[in-house]
């Protein structure tokens, strides 16, 4: 590999083939919009300037490494030129971060103040463009905001594939558009066009006016949308910031969901499913056990079920497959030798949603199937003519396909008609109440951490099966 200088020293090129490449990699920053790792290269932003010895000032995300090439970052001549990008740049944004959900977060922001700091020369009132312009039932596109570095068209043609963007008319008349009259709705991915776009042109309508981000904070988490299992930051406000005015759920509430940069598993991307976590954890929650329909004690419901397990002649288990690894683990030990076990598929596709593709989507909707199957086997559900007791762990299961008589122990997360239906019903708590790991279906092992407070008369059902498994009157 060729050895460079930048700023006189030394460094590794490694397997980069490009200056900006091996500058990032080594902990030199230089600026860029266009560029994005997981994208081709245009080097249309014309930010990451460096100096080349001998050769003047040059764009970096394109400029290929050779054996002795000596770079300068942050030379007087890189920081006038990059300066006046910035102000070309500049010259017919809006600047309305007051008002636009990428403040904080914006890297046309943070390069100003860093390289730039003056206020504009121009006299010109700038260029008015379309402001809300809908891409699709979930992006607003705002024109003025634009500065056209084509990461997003970049995305579909060559991430997502679904080719919804272009860029119609040139110079400041230059748009971002779809593609004839296709938008991306189209496009399963379209969400992380708003996380790759540097500065708050594409924004989320769930996300539009919810929150500054300084006010939140990310916990990392696992998507169970599927088996890929991609690794996901769930962002809700911080404690500190917590509003007293506010429903506590609303303080803890999920306000966004962006991919947690795994590359063993996701890369940089999600699927806008996974986007929607939050929508999924915000159902009517069930925080009280039930004894045939009746509101009871956790304490007694506890009981309750530890009878029907003692009288059970015949008990199958229906174990989750949204359960994590230790939830899992916690079954096999305390109640494995007392029912027979099923794992069962606790999520379906739903109607319109994409079953599968090439690039993450997975057909099976349960984020720990692999991590299930490898303790209790892959074998379909299936019911003895004398099973006199079901387990039922988690969603996924049709009451009216049961056989008919059977009791029903029934362990659940929501406000369901079935929870009534079952003789013993006790709310169990949600991924983003606990802490755990998912095996996805290649085998990587996840974790994720609460961030929500679980319900007063939800338990954790790694501290219930055992229990379960105590004889009934044990302290529970
Ligand atoms: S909308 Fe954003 S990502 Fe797309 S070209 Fe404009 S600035 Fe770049
Ligand atoms: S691909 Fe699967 S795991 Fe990843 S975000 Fe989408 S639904 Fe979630």
Redesign the pocket.
Known sequence: MPGIFINGEPVDTGEHRTVLQVALANGFYVPHFCWHPELSIVGNCRVCLVEQEGRGVGIACNMPVYEGLSIQTDSEPVRVQRKAMLEFILLNHPVDCGICDKAGECTLQDYHYTYNGETARSHDPKLRSTKFFPLSERIILDNERCILCSRCVRFTREISKSNVLGMEQRGDSMLVRPVEDRTLDDDPYSDNVIDICPVGALLSCSFQYQARVWYLEPTPSV?P??A???T?NLWHRKPEWRLNALDRRENTRILRVTPLENPRV?GPW??N??RDLGALIDRPRADRALLKGRRVSTKEAIDAARELILEAKSAVALVSSWGSNEELRAFRNALGDTFTCFVKSDSEPAENEVVEDDL???ADKN?NTRGAQSLFGTDAPKFAEDTDLILIWGEGVDFGSLPRGVTVLFLGYWLLPENGHAEVFIPISVQTERRGHYTNFEGVVSAFEPCQPRPDGVIDAETLFPLLAAPPGSPA
């Open positions: 998507c949308g599927c890929r299992g991609c996901v996701n999600i699927c499913k996974g993450l989507i997975r984020p």
